[in-house]
């Protein structure tokens, strides 16, 4: 797809002008960096723990945040040799010892522990690693957070404003994070395609004819295949796809969102308008017009981290579409949505209602055997609607156990494959709605996510 | 499937004294067939038809008919040499002049012209036929026909009783007839079984565990391959599958009809209690117990024979099916019945109802041109419930054209192929019944094809 249109400026400046921070939040910013940078080596110092300092990372060590996102990452670094426990140990402490000034702490769990604090209005992670050689001795996978830093430092000056750019058009589109609920772009995946295509404009010109399999290798070192849409060589680390968590259809939604922008250039496509949730009576009409059948499960959200939430939740929605294909139910689509209080796994069938005769096939004439089995089990037997031959095989046209969709679900899906926390909130109880009975989920944000749905 | 059973003697006796033909029976074809051949010599004479003679064929000339069976095929035969427009004009003629003392006479066609009779009772069919020196020279298929005769009686002397047992427990499965309706074992075929095994129970226990491709080839001859269920070569012609009609499901029910029937050896196996139509009560109930929808085509009969009629609506059962599929319609099992005056394509379907709303599946995104071709139709479209992607494709919800499936056929079933003589009758005018509906078709016939059918 050729596209020469080449962006206003006027737009460009209208967004970074949003977007980029002034210079007073970068005084602060950077003030509150150093702040903390001093606050870890003097907790080190002050618990006796030798060799262990600071490190900046993130965006805002690299001049790419966006304007308004006061998240500040600080590495607490510990030598090499230090064992797992240790790392653990002694960086909750010096963590915990840094914290003791903020306005909220809340204990963290990824591969490792960390901590996440609240400091002068600033959302900080102080994060325990390991100093390693190079990449290729990793001990954790946050060690190669540092490792990324400093490649992007010495590369991105002067495309400060494209980062900004692309990572707020990301933002409008809605592709933006690579968080497990996302599955989009991150930071640094975003950073590493403005160097590699130069600009904004240059990276949405390429983006707008990709196709799965697109593949970038800055340092042209790759040392492993990868089945991703976009596989973007890591510089700092031959073997790691830096897009690995990118989806097909975030990757799809990206290339679609450039070309529709590089034809239409609008301030809209970085800012959109926000989605007003849909009232009582636009969910009841829309409902009624499309008639066919909504399901909702609803249960308590768990109480642990999206990246934690999130991957049960698409494993819990699966075994939900499987399960009811599995019972003969057709779906249309199937959704998630997870408020403070509730979740619903969201589906759409073609029907929530089968006949009460089920085709049940046998096995073919001729395996003697087994279909002399299936005809002695089945032939005579009183609630067997009738019995014949098709295609060669045994036929019973036997009572559906579920023929409705929603006993079914009440009936078999808390043994579903639902993950340990979810599964455990579906066995405390879990509701399933049907059609009009969706206006019992009051949330406006489960109301937004019924606009795209419905 | 091993089973040592022996079927009991006495059953075969009470069998045999219903349906082997008496002495005074057997004298009466005799004669009859005597009496037409010689009406059929003279008639050539009369004629001034040189080389023109009756040949005696069928199981009325080699001893295996059924009892009852008044059926006695003449055919007229004529010098290889005569030309087909010959064949058919004094073939004809010679027919017709041996009909005169005819009680009815019927003109009917197959490859060729032939006159079905009824004469003293008997149902006789006057084929005129080429008298060829082998059936590599064949120049009609009535030709072969002879051939079989000749091979049969050769071989069949002390077995009629053993053919007569196979035909009768054939009629009694639903499997005896060649015709295109039936699709089942033509008497030849089963002549050549009893032949090939050597009595009716050894083919019972033969047939038991007989498997698709099951190869019988008694002069070990074959110069084809056949992807038929059961390949009988022809004794008399290498390149010919005997059992070519015999349909997948009619071969597997006869073998079920033999494994039930060496494990519980009955008179009713070969004379079944005739089925009851079901009673406007019944066909209520049956259709409310199973849910499903039911949906029946209801057109004029055309006037033709069976073997016309059958394999287009045959075709036209499968255009319907195929039609429903094509809208999205599942379908648990369809069927054709035909009577003196109305025909009947009947279908069951999970449901006569799909949503307004349907799931439009366009290109993958990354096909930029057909992409954008098709966004730009649907996105913005006023009818389009929702635009997204989906495992990489577009996908529009758009409004169903056909959301019930009675309307989808009155629309377009009569531009299905459906055949010469089934599409006239339809284009001028048929009905779609849905469910209750079913109960304005009163002919007994169909109400016990329904008894099977819910």
Chains 1, 2 share one sequence.
């Not at 019995?387 to 046209?397: D, L, S, T």
Request: hydrophobic residues 40%; glycine residues 4%; charged residues 30%.
């Amino acid at each position: 797809m050729k596209n020469e249109t080449t962006i206003p400026e006027e737009l460009k400046k209208r967004v970074l002008e949003k977007i980029r921070p002034d210079a007073s939040e970068r005084t602060r910013l950077l003030a509150v960096q150093v702040e903390l940078a001093e606050k870890v080596n003097r907790a080190a110092e002050t618990l006796g723990i030798k060799a262990v300092f600071a490190k900046m990372v993130g965006s805002a060590a690299r001049g790419t945040w966006l304007s308004g996102t006061h998240d500040i990452d600080i590495f607490i670094s510990f030598p090499e040799e230090t064992s797992r426990a240790d790392l653990e140990k002694k960086g909750m402490a010096v963590a915990r010892e840094v914290a003791k000034t903020a306005s909220r702490i809340e204990d963290r769990h990824a591969e490792h522990p960390y901590l996440n604090i609240i400091y002068k209005g600033f959302d900080i992670d102080l994060v325990p690693c390991f100093r390693v050689a190079s990449t290729s001795s990793l001990k954790s996978a946050v060690d190669r957070t540092p490792f990324h830093n400093e490649f992007v430092k010495k590369r991105i000056k002067g495309l400060e404003a494209e980062v900004l750019l692309l990572k707020q058009f990301m933002r409008g589109s809605g592709v933006y994070g690579s968080e497990l609920k996302t599955r989009g772009f991150s930071g640094y995946l975003t950073e590493l395609l403005v160097i590699n295509y130069g600009s904004f404009e240059n990276t949405l010109k390429a983006a707008a004819s990709w196709s799965p399999g697109e593949f970038i290798d800055l340092e042209a070192h790759a040392s492993l295949s990868h089945p991703d849409p976009l596989v973007m060589v890591d510089p700092t680390d031959p073997k790691r796809n830096v897009a690995a968590a990118l989806s097909l259809d975030k990757f799809c939604l990206f290339m679609a969102s450039c070309r529709a922008f590089l034809k239409d250039p609008t301030f809209e496509a970085f800012f959109p308008v926000p989605v007003k949730p849909l009232t009582e009576a636009e969910i009841s009409e829309k409902i009624k017009a499309r008639q066919s059948a909504q399901l909702a499960l609803s249960f308590k959200t768990p109480d642990v981290v999206e990246d934690v939430l999130f991957p049960q939740l698409y494993k819990s929605e699966q075994a939900a579409v499987t399960l009811l294909e599995e019972y003969e139910f057709s779906h249309l689509k199937s959704g998630v949505w997870a408020g403070k209080t509730k979740t619903i796994i969201l589906l759409e069938l073609i029907s929530n209602k089968l006949p009460k005769v089920k085709k049940h096939i046998g096995p073919p004439v001729w395996l003697s055997s087994n279909a002399e089995k299936f005809r002695a089990k089945y032939e005579k037997k009183e609630d067997v609607f009738s019995f014949y031959i098709e295609k060669g095989r045994y036929v019973a046209e036997i009572k559906r156990k579920y023929p409705e969709a929603a006993t079914l679900l009440k009936a078999k899906f808390p043994d579903c494959p639902l993950g340990k926390h979810i599964g455990k909130s579906v066995r405390q109880g879990f509701e399933v709605l049907e059609n009009e009975e969706l206006l019992r989920l009051e949330d406006p944000g489960f109301r937004i996510f019924l606009k795209k749905w419905l």
